[in-house]
């Protein structure tokens, strides 16, 4: 049986896989069905859904189309989660397969930073850091990867221990290879699954983050962000909750969505674990 | 806490009551105060300095304007816009170098000890001249204030100052407070800061931080039969949403200052036993600002600024951002001024092909892009509309070829940004106008002034013959030649565009149908509230 099968086994999976695909294709299709900038002025301020059918999600305070803020949304949300997952990842295991493998000082420096990391709250951290770099894309992203590299850090550094000693890196070490070499062309590619794993928990977490800080104001003024329209919507709560639910909606999705295929895949390789 | 908690029993009785006056529609309008009972208000701010002596901003004065007095206060029917308080009567000398105030007899501190002149020789030369962030200004030039008598207290001034600007300034900068307790020590450092002392009708009573302020009556009071409240409890309300929620749980009374969004007031005048109330802030217009960097060459270039304000569709912002609780503007002085203001002055319309010609003409032709040049905007972050003007502003610069980048700051790194670093080339700011231009008003594009000053020229913006005009407007005694130069300011400012005036708005009340006398002088909010009354 194929992986793919595998994964397609589970309707958890097929639910996952069906919503990341939709996300995808919002966020491909964004600048096609809505060319030009999605916060430009189309219509009369607060229109409510479905009344007009060149706004069918209506429109914000301001007159915007809530429709083409969802779709290039979208983009936002799933970039910054996929940028920061990778980014976090990429620390993550980098620090973890050093430590795990030098051992000694550098580990216990590395892990105590890791630590240190992990005592104060992501969500703080990463809020402390935009209010003092200032809001950007850039910056969000690089603020949710340093709240979320310490757990692939961690997932990473036990793998190395355990990888270490086997007798391939032995062999290694006698042909005489460099130990970074060792550590980053043989040991890290066979303790990457087990971190990989983690990548769905994370970039649910980043999509969450990124709309947080915008829900706060941090997020890049510029761009539209599903945090963001929560945000605007919440001051005209009560007369027009569509605006913070429609994207609140897709917000649970898209977090759900990319749950539920994490799940999918670690499921599929699990049980081609047992087989094997 | 507990004894602002509701009860029950309490919540019954007051619905059945409204029950009861909904059956019997016709109990009548002209209705006399009532005496007694507690009213809640919202407040959606902390001032940790309860000081209005030192700290003259509406935030402060909310609070303490009921505890501490001033010499007026604001009126809309008495001579020169202004009523008696502490003071009964203030006269001008001809040569503009003396103002002599008649004092109230009678009344008391909260302590018990004789309110007198010399508590108004002391605030002034002490607190409202060195200390005060718009006296400073207005007071530079007062040198002694002399006290003949108990109840006299006579304003020496070093240069001729225009009787109109001491006048226009008493409803804001002129609060008393008593020597006695400020005599000793450093005068930012005193306890009575933090629980002031006054002569108002309410009295300070506690302070529970992120909980509520209570004040109690000051059964001394010098009004006949006043306060009619016994007690007023500002509610802590940060978040705004809440503040419309308690009012229809009839947690809270009042709320104040636009406490309630926008947004939210069509709906919440339609809830029984509500009303939404637009008077009471004449005294207290914000204007809706666009602060322009004059250090930026494309900006220094007049043909930009125009540009810039025939894209800006004034009457969309007051419609949309303001849900139409606002007007728009015209120059620097708002439109409900009596003194001062002037419709003959330059005007543009939105009109997004001629502001596309100017800047065509000014020589920033389209990239292919469509672009012609970029700016940062950096909008206030202290109200909802300065934040969605921004949003706007954007857009509509969009439209001529500019392209805006908004940058957005907490309240402290915004003010640190534009008026210390001039880190900005265009930015939104609500600056307030004060009754009188001098207070205020000039110094947004008066040139020499210090970096770091808030609310301030800080643009680079310089201009010798409006300097000139302001300096001559300054040392004017004639009222109605001073009235005339600042009606001169007026047209220069629209004309040369220093900075961009948009539109201009005040604030929302909204209050349960059983609070009385709401609203009743241009000032309300932040005035002594001597004669509110609950009607249950």
């Known amino acids: 049986m194929s992986r793919l099968h595998r994964f397609f086994r589970t309707p958890e999976a097929i639910a996952g896989a069906l919503i990341l695909a939709l996300l995808v294709a919002m966020a491909l299709a964004a600048p096609l069905l809505f060319p030009g900038d999605p916060q430009a002025i189309a219509g009369p301020a607060l229109l409510p859904p479905f009344q007009d059918w060149s706004l069918p999600l209506g429109t914000d305070r301001l007159g915007r189309d809530v429709l083409a803020e969802l779709f290039h949304g979208a983009r936002t949300s799933l970039a910054v989660g996929l940028a920061a997952a990778a980014a976090a990842l990429l620390i993550g295991a980098a620090v973890g397969t050093l430590a795990g493998f030098a051992s000694g000082l550098l580990d216990e420096v590395l892990m105590r930073v890791t630590d240190a990391f992990q005592t104060v709250p992501s969500f703080l951290l990463a809020l402390a850091f935009v209010s003092i770099v200032g809001p950007s894309l850039g910056v969000v992203v690089a603020a949710i990867a340093l709240s979320a590299w310490t757990g692939p850090a961690r997932v990473a550094r036990a793998e190395v221990l355990s990888i270490r000693e086997r007798d391939y890196v032995a062999g290694a070490r006698i042909i005489g290879m460099h130990p970074l070499e060792i550590a980053f062309r043989e040991v890290l590619p066979n303790a990457l699954p087990p971190v990989l794993a983690l990548s769905s928990v994370i970039v649910a977490a980043a999509i969450l983050t990124e709309a947080a800080l915008s829900f706060l104001g941090l997020g890049d003024p510029n761009r539209v962000t599903w945090g963001g329209m929560i945000a605007e919507g919440r001051t005209v709560l009560r007369t027009a909750p569509f605006l913070s639910i429609v994207p609140g909606v897709a917000l649970v999705l898209t977090v759900l969505g990319v749950y539920l295929a994490g799940e999918g895949v670690v499921e599929s390789t699990a049980v081609r674990r047992s087989l094997s | ?536």
Request: charged share 25%.
């Open chain 2, 1 to 536: 806490m507990s004894e602002l908690t509701i009860s029950r029993r309490g919540l019954l009785a007051g619905s059945a009551l409204l029950l009861a006056s909904t059956a019997l529609p016709t109990i009548g309008f002209a209705q006399t105060p009532k005496k007694g009972g507690r009213l809640i208000v919202a407040a959606d701010s902390e001032p940790r300095n309860l000081n209005p002596a030192i700290v003259a901003s509406n935030g402060v004065f909310f609070i303490s304007s009921k505890i501490v007095e001033t010499l007026a206060e604001a009126s809309s029917d008495g001579k020169d816009g202004l009523e008696p308080r502490l003071a009964l009567s203030w006269e001008g000398a001809a040569d503009g170098l003396s103002v002599t105030f008649k004092l109230r007899e009678g009344v008391k501190w909260h302590d018990g000890k004789p309110f007198t002149s010399a508590d108004v020789a002391f605030s002034a030369l002490q607190i409202w001249k060195p200390l005060q962030n718009l006296g400073r200004t207005v007071f530079k030039d007062l040198a002694a204030v002399d006290t003949p008598d108990e109840l006299t207290a006579i304003f020496k001034f070093a240069k001729p100052t225009p009787f109109q600007l001491i006048r226009n300034a008493l409803p804001a900068l002129s609060s008393v407070v008593p020597k006695h307790v400020y005599a000793v020590g450093k005068i930012e450092d005193n306890p009575a800061n933090n629980a002031p002392v006054g002569t108002g009708p309410f009295k300070f009573a506690e302070y529970k931080a992120g909980q509520y302020y209570r004040l109690t009556k000051n059964d001394a009071y010098w009004g006949k039969d006043e306060p009619y409240l016994d007690e007023i409890v500002y509610q802590v309300l940060p978040d705004r949403t809440s503040a419309a929620a308690a009012l229809e749980a009839e947690e809270i009374q009042l709320a104040a200052f636009s406490a309630v969004p926008l947004a939210d007031l069509d709906r919440i005048s339609k809830v029984p036993g509500l009303k939404v109330i637009t008077k009471g802030y004449e005294g207290l217009t914000y204007q809706l600002v666009v602060e322009i960097n004059h250090r930026r060459k494309e900006l220094a270039d007049l043909k930009v600024r125009q540009a810039i304000a025939h894209a800006i569709d004034k009457d969309f912002v007051v419609k949309t951002v303001f849900l139409g609780y606002a007007a728009t503007a015209t120059g620097p002085v708002p439109k409900n001024d009596p003194q001062f203001y002037t419709a003959d002055v330059p005007t543009y319309a939105f009109d997004v092909a001629k502001a596309n010609a100017l800047l065509d003409e000014a020589g920033y032709k389209r990239a292919d892009d469509g672009k012609r040049f970029a700016l940062k905007l950096l909008p206030a972050p202290y109200f909802n509309e300065t934040k969605q003007f921004g949003d706007y502003l954007r857009q509509a610069l969009a439209a001529i070829g500019i392209d805006a980048e908004i940058v957005n700051n907490d309240s402290a790194a915004h003010i640190k940004a534009v008026y210390t670093d001039h880190a900005f080339d265009l930015a939104v700011g609500p600056p307030v106008f004060r009754g009188d231009p001098a207070i205020s008003t000039t110094i947004l594009v008066q040139s020499g002034i210090p970096d770091g000053v808030p609310f301030s020229n800080q643009g680079g913006y310089k201009n010798a013959e409006l300097d000139a005009l302001i300096a001559k407007a300054s040392e004017t005694l004639d009222t109605s030649a001073r009235t005339e130069l600042y009606k001169e300011f007026q047209k220069k400012v629209a004309a040369d565009l220093p900075l961009i005036n948009v539109a201009e708005w005040s604030f929302i009340s909204v209050a349960r149908d059983t609070v009385g006398n709401i609203a009743n002088n241009p000032r309300w909010a932040v005035s002594n509230w001597a004669d509110t009354y609950l009607e249950s």
